[in-house]
């Protein structure tokens, strides 16, 4: 069992920017691919970047290129979602998701955090 903590959600305004953390227990996080999902007030949950178990594979939704970027410290067992020049349309609650390689679905994940909510005021 995996279980996923995110934290450093919080209000900022247009342009500005914020780092999630996603911090792991029970088993070490270097043998699982890493997710972070993103889900907004009526709206279904949807992909936002991924990173392969030795961070040497990122993959990103369009809407997350350029802007965002996920890292991992598998010594810290903690999995990062810097984020930069976020918009309104960023807001939503972010959660991280552990799986056996980088899916873009859902249900393809084995563990989820409690999620963290970001804010983007215009």
């Known amino acids: 069992q995996v279980q996923l903590v995110e934290s450093g959600g919080g209000l900022v305004q247009a342009g500005g920017s914020l780092r999630l953390s996603c911090a792991a227990s029970?088993?070490?996080?270097?043998?699982?691919?890493m997710a972070w999902f993103r889900q907004a007030p009526g709206k279904e949950r949807e992909f936002v970047c991924g990173?392969?178990?030795?961070?040497?594979?990122?993959i990103y939704a369009d809407s997350a290129k350029g802007r965002f970027t996920i890292s991992r410290d598998n010594a810290k067992n903690t999995v990062y979602l810097q984020m930069n020049s976020l918009k309104p349309d960023d807001t939503a609650v972010y959660y991280c998701?552990?799986?056996?390689?980088?899916?873009?679905?859902?249900?393809?994940?084995?563990?989820w955090g409690q999620g963290t909510q970001v804010t983007v005021s215009s």
């Open positions: 990173i392969s178990w030795t961070g040497g594979s990122t």
């Open positions: 998701a552990a799986s056996t390689a980088v899916w873009t679905i859902t249900h393809r994940y084995n563990y």
């Open positions: 029970g088993r070490t996080l270097s043998r699982y691919a």
